[in-house]
């Protein structure tokens, strides 16, 4: 076997266990799990290097992965990412010496048409994995990588102006398989996988809901416009049947109150009229926007 096939074996062997251990990118992983579980000929074989953006293992050609690390205090990434004008998302380089090598694995990879993973900083030392992900050009002049996340981003001519429809598509695929999944694990965190309503705590019945739908400008994939909510009350908050005043207490719309439907209308709606959030975050900073609540009750009260 040459060194070349041994890279790329390990390489989709880390790939596959990357997408099993995280169910296919829902569920954020830790530093400690990607520096110490997966194995070759069962030795340890981190995928993540602590300190470096990008790993790149000793005597390969090519870059494994790379990671943006998470925002301190609230603030801005580091390298802050972006989409270009052919849709595309943009990856920030190290601009230090000691990034100089670490990049050149990326170009390997470009030139390779190598698949890698991207650990997506959402809290100190928690990841989410999204696998794999294509390098499609390099922008030195920005310092930056074009990135491709979908097979369809990959059909994209990188730097080239496309028509509008086809940037938004395109930057709709970017929101499904980056903004979406690590919006929906920052609320689970911050929500400590507890329905804000009703306070189930099992993350596979749980959605991170928006309060300002996405398809508005500032319905932001951020905590303060999410809620954690149970797939019931997710449905009836989207729905208009179950609406969230900005002081935290339920309603339920008068139409549902007083309707006979059997225990669940009774005792996973009915019951929550008039009751305050059973979970919030911890944290000030991760509260929903009162303004935001004060929006979307408004649309409740409405219908």
Not at 45 to 54: A, E, H, Q, T
């Amino acid at each position: 076997m040459t060194a070349a096939q041994t890279e790329n074996e390990i390489r989709h062997a880390a790939l596959r266990w990357l997408l099993d251990t995280s169910l296919d990118g829902t569920i954020p992983l830790t530093r400690d799990q990607l520096a110490n579980d997966f194995l070759v000929q069962g030795e340890r074989f981190p995928l993540i290097d602590r300190g470096r953006g990008i790993r790149k293992p000793a005597r390969w050609q090519a870059a494994l992965s790379i990671t943006t690390a998470v925002p301190k205090s609230g603030g801005l990434r580091p390298y802050e990412d972006v989409e270009g004008v052919d849709g595309l998302h943009r990856y920030k380089l190290r601009r230090d010496e000691r990034g100089s090598a670490d990049n050149a694995g990326l170009r390997a990879a470009l030139f390779l048409e190598a698949p890698i993973a991207w650990f997506y900083g959402i809290a100190p030392s928690l990841f989410q994995v999204i696998a794999p992900v294509y390098l499609r050009s390099e922008e030195p002049d920005l310092d930056q990588f074009a990135l491709a996340l979908t097979e369809s981003q990959r059909m994209a001519s990188p730097g080239s102006i496309v028509e509008e429809r086809l940037r938004q598509y395109l930057i709709s695929e970017t929101k499904r398989r980056l903004h979406q999944p690590v919006f929906a694990s920052q609320v689970m965190l911050a929500y400590a996988d507890r329905c804000a309503v009703c306070a189930l705590n099992h993350r596979e019945l749980l959605d991170a809901a928006h309060i300002v739908p996405d398809s508005k400008p500032h319905g932001l994939p951020i905590v303060t416009n999410g809620l954690a909510l149970c797939k019931i009350h997710h449905a009836a908050y989207d729905s208009n049947i179950l609406g969230i005043r900005p002081d935290y207490v339920v309603q339920i719309h008068d139409r549902l109150l007083y309707e006979i439907d059997g225990p669940m209308l009774q005792h996973g709606l009915q019951s929550r009229h008039g009751q305050r959030l059973m979970s919030l975050p911890i944290r000030t900073r991760d509260l929903p926007d009162l303004d935001r609540l004060a929006e979307r009750f408004d649309e409740f009260k409405a219908s």
